[in-house]
C-alpha cells in the first residue's frame, strides 16, 4: 500500500488447519505495526486511495463466501456481502485477479461444463458491474497493470501430455469498462501469460521450457480481418456450447460471416458491412424470439439464440461494423 507506506502479509500457518493470519508491516524498516484477523482469500485489491481492502472471505460455518470491505484506518471490516449476489445470481463465482481497487470476477453457465465461461469488472467502491464478457473457451483470466483490460488466456486440457493443463497461446484483450474485444493474441503455445503492476499497458507471455519472455502491449488493436476470423470462431464455439441452434439457421449465420470476409479481403467494406448487419439482425431476431419463449415458460425451439450467444456475436460483430473502413466522399 504506497499510499501509506505499509504491506500486509497473510499466511497460513499450518497447511489445511483453515486458519489463517494476517500482519501490518511498516514499507521502510520492515517493522510489524499490527497483528490482523483478516482472512484474506482470492480477488484481494486496494483501493486507489489505499483507504480500504477488499477480499473474498469464506464462511466455514455457513460455506458462504464474502465480498469483505477493510479499513486501513480503523484496522476492521467495515461492511460485508454476499459474493454470489454480485453480478448475476448464479452457484458458484470466481475471484482470479484484483487491481487498483476494482475485481475481475468470473462464473460458469450453469448447465455447462467449461468452468467460467464469462467474466465482468466490479468496482466494489461505486458497487457498480461492468458488461459482462462470455467467452466459448476454458480459460484463465487476469487484469492489466491499471485494470483498463481484461486478459483471457485460453487454456485447455489435454491428457495426452505431461501436464493435462495445455496453453495454446491463444490470447484475448478485451476493454474491461466496455466489453469490446481489441485484440486477439496468436502466440507460441506453452506460454502463460503474467502481468506485473509497474507494467500497466504490458503482459508478459513467458515460458519456462524456453525461458522466453514475449511482452504484448494491451493498448494495441488488431486488424479488423483478423477479429471477422474470432467472430467466425466465436460462433463455431457458441454453436458447440449451445449457445444457438437449428441447423439451417447456423448455415444462414455462416454464410453472412464467410461472405463478410470474402468482401473485406477484396477491401469492400461496404458490403462487408451490409453481410454483417445482416448476421447481426438474424442474431437478434432469433434472441428476441428465444427470450420470449423463456418469459412465457415455453420449450425453447429448434432455432434459438442464448442470452451467452447474443452477447459473444452481436456485440462482436458491432464493434467490426464500427471499425470498417468508412468510404470515401468527394
Known amino acids: 500500500m504506497p499510499q501509506r507506506n505499509r504491506f500486509y502479509v497473510t499466511w497460513t500457518p499450518e497447511v489445511g488447519s483453515g486458519i489463517v493470519e494476517s500482519a501490518i508491516f511498516d514499507g521502510t524498516n520492515f517493522t510489524r505495526l499490527?497483528?490482523?484477523v483478516l482472512p484474506m482469500g482470492l480477488g484481494g485489491t486496494i483501493s486507489e486511495d489505499g483507504t480500504k481492502i477488499y477480499y473474498i472471505e469464506e464462511d466455514s460455518m455457513t460455506d458462504t463466501e464474502y465480498l469483505c470491505t477493510f479499513s486501513s484506518i480503523t484496522n476492521s471490516v467495515i461492511d460485508r456481502k454476499n459474493f454470489l449476489d454480485i453480478g448475476p445470481s448464479t452457484?458458484?463465482?470466481?475471484?482470479?485477479?484484483?487491481?487498483?481497487?476494482?475485481?475481475l470476477i468470473g462464473y460458469n453457465h450453469p448447465t455447462k461444463e467449461?468452468?467460467?465461461?464469462n467474466y465482468f469488472l466490479y468496482d466494489p467502491g461505486m458497487n457498480h458491474s461492468f458488461p459482462i464478457i462470455p467467452f466459448p473457451w476454458r480459460f484463465?483470466?487476469?487484469?492489466?497493470?491499471?485494470?483498463?483490460?481484461?486478459i483471457l488466456e485460453q487454456v485447455n486440457w489435454d491428457t495426452t501430455r505431461p501436464s493435462a493443463e495445455y496453453r495454446s497461446g491463444n490470447v484475448y484483450i478485451f476493454e474491461a469498462e466496455t466489453g469490446k474485444l481489441v485484440q486477439r493474441l496468436s502466440l507460441p503455445s506453452g506460454g502463460k501469460v503474467l502481468v506485473f503492476d509497474n507494467f500497466p499497458n504490458k503482459v508478459y507471455s513467458f515460458n519456462e521450457q524456453t525461458l522466453q519472455a514475449i511482452p504484448v502491449d494491451v493498448t494495441e488493436?488488431?486488424?479488423?480481418?483478423?477479429?471477422?476470423?474470432?467472430?467466425?470462431?466465436?460462433?463455431?464455439?457458441?454453436?458447440?456450447?449451445?449457445w444457438l441452434g437449428d441447423a439451417n439457421f447456423i448455415k444462414e449465420l455462416d454464410n453472412h460471416l464467410e461472405n463478410a470476409r470474402k468482401h473485406l479481403l477484396r477491401s469492400d467494406s461496404t458490403k462487408s458491412g451490409d453481410e454483417l448487419q445482416k448476421f447481426q439482425e438474424k442474431v437478434q431476431k432469433?434472441?428476441?424470439k428465444t427470450a420470449k419463449e423463456e418469459t412465457d415458460n415455453r420449450p425453447r425451439g429448434p432455432r434459438f439464440v442464448t442470452s451467452e450467444g447474443y452477447a459473444l456475436l452481436y456485440f462482436?460483430?458491432?464493434?467490426?461494423?464500427?471499425?470498417?473502413?468508412?468510404?470515401?466522399?468527394?
Do not use: C, M, W
Not at 462482436?316 to 468527394?330: E, F, G, M, S, V
Open 34 to 36: 499490527d497483528t490482523l
Open 91 to 103: 452457484e458458484t463465482k470466481d475471484a482470479p485477479d484484483g487491481k487498483k481497487g476494482r475485481i
Open 114 to 117: 467449461h468452468k467460467d465461461n
Open 140 to 150: 484463465e483470466g487476469h487484469l492489466s497493470g491499471d485494470a483498463n483490460a481484461i
Open 221 to 242: 488493436v488488431t486488424p479488423t480481418n483478423i477479429f471477422l476470423d474470432t467472430l467466425i470462431s466465436f460462433k463455431h464455439q457458441s454453436e458447440a456450447l449451445s
Open 286 to 288: 432469433e434472441r428476441e
Open 316 to 330: 462482436n460483430a458491432q464493434y467490426i461494423l464500427d471499425r470498417l473502413p468508412k468510404k470515401k466522399t468527394r
